[in-house]
């Protein structure tokens, strides 16, 4: 564990793959204080869940999730929080989340050792949960840590360059993504596509990621497993194939690097944008071959 | 090679990954006109070649790239030109434009039976490239062949998403890039971080991209010698790996699933953005990490 009031170049990160039990949020508590813990005494200084680790994911609809969401002062964001200030650490998972009027969002929450520091909800909600979650509307929050900017978002929000970019050109130097990766047919001898696309989110803003997925079944659906640890360049650093199992991935980030964002002698990857070409987007089209 | 008038779903696309000669263009031509007949002869409709294949690229200054650039109407379009007529191909390739007030661009040529379609200068320009080229400031074009709808970008184009979105949001199935991705060092057993780039650009917006690198040495420069052809899942239909040889990749591609941007029952990867939201984007920040 780092310590130290000022900002540190270097982070020990941990993601701890589990597999939650299916609408059992007490459960899932004890898995997680388990888990995070377990990551603390391994010297991590920052713990990422899975997403939705708190209730698990495959509910019927809304109703069986709104049954296992919790407020942000529910019994699960206070037991991390808690866990956060007990190990000196910052935890990021996700959770799901009952607003005030009721509805139900995927969330992530990022908790330091003073407590909640923000609550993200998905912004790009993937199949299914269509019919159970309400999508957020707010842009990804970025906060500084001891340990430097960090920014949350939520599995499939990965799949939108746009969204990454805006927390990259807001600082962030490590972006936690908890996510549940659901498991498709890959070539062989390929790494999972979630992965090599958080390597190409990582590389082409100079930010370190770290996805953490999930294990486990539920109702016949089966995740990815591949919770994935990368640095500014998008090498991972652990992690990054497939597994069917609980494992702790741990590694030294160097979140300094990211406080660069020069990989040539006249290029800086954000700098080199220009987005005054950017904002000519035409609308998606149709147009029938010809010539 | 394909025929008839309707648009077709499937295309067999090449990439000839060539070693131009720096200040040759007569040479470059006739190693152009080699390979292009020989992709022809493969059954090649698209052929993609390499980034300022008709110059070399490790220009001293821009005189020296003046010397060797060409309008659009010079002997290496011409020679496309007839090449594109002759075998009833399409063809993509990287060439060092003089432009009409003595700038020279960084530009890729789209040259069909019915002679050049589009011309599209290079918008983000590469270390040296600054202090020889002049940037391309108009969105690249995306143009409707017989196999379908074609984009062209430019090697470090690539790295921005932005950049890339625009044209597959203009329908492109396929995008053709000429590239000279310079080699780095990179971990043991890993793809080129430029191929991985192309797989998540491709992935994310389920469109086809063929990637011509180049190969040889310049004053010293090397090459990845990475040309790769990806699939609309962003999987490489060939190539991918580093390599020091000249090669001509094939590889067939069903084009009609880039019509096709679903992903699930639910999810449709373009129509899926939320680019209400997008449109807020910080400014690049360097606050102090706090807290």
């Known amino acids: 564990m780092s310590s130290g009031a000022t900002p540190v170049d270097t982070a020990v990160v941990a993601c701890c793959q589990l597999a939650p039990t299916l609408n059992d949020p007490a459960a899932n508590r004890e898995l997680t204080a388990t888990a995070v813990s377990s990551a603390a005494a391994m010297d991590a200084d920052i713990v990422v869940l899975p997403e939705l680790v708190s209730s698990g994911y495959c509910f019927a609809d809304r109703a069986e999730a709104a049954a296992s969401a ?28 009952i607003g005030s ?53 939520i599995c499939y929000d990965l799949e939108f360059p746009e969204w990454v970019r805006i927390v990259a050109l ?14 498709y047919p890959r070539p062989n001898g390929e790494r999972p596509a979630e992965v090599v696309r958080v390597q190409a989110n990582a590389a082409v803003n100079r930010m370190f990621i770290a996805a953490c997925d999930r294990v486990g079944q539920e ?47 006249n290029n800086d990857v954000h700098a080199d944008r220009r987005p005054e070409l950017y904002g000519r987007v035409a609308e998606p089209s149709n147009t029938a071959a010809t010539g």
Not at 79 to 95: C, D, K, M, P, T
Not at 106 to 129: F, T
Request: hydrophobic share 45%; with cysteine; proline share 6%.
């Open 101 to 153: 009027g009721g509805e139900v969002f995927n969330s992530v929450a990022l908790i330091d050792p003073g407590g909640l520091r923000s609550v993200y909800r998905k912004a790009h909600l993937w199949d299914a949960e269509v019919h159970v979650f309400t999508a957020g509307d707010s842009p990804p929050a970025v906060v500084p840590t001891r340990f430097g900017r960090i920014a949350t978002l």
């Open 219 to 265: 109702r016949g659906v089966e995740w990815v497993g591949g919770s994935v640890i990368v640095d500014a360049d998008g090498w991972p650093l652990a992690g990054g194939a497939a597994s069917t199992e609980p494992v702790t991935l741990i590694a030294e980030c160097r979140l300094a690097d990211a406080l660069n964002k020069a990989i040539s002698a």
């Open 70 to 97: 919790e407020a942000t002062d529910g019994a699960t964001i206070s037991l991390w929080s808690r866990l956060a200030a007990e190990h000196r650490i910052v935890i990021v998972g996700g959770f799901c989340e």
């Open 170 to 183: 807001d600082g962030a130097q490590l972006l936690c993504a908890p996510v549940n990766w659901p498991a």
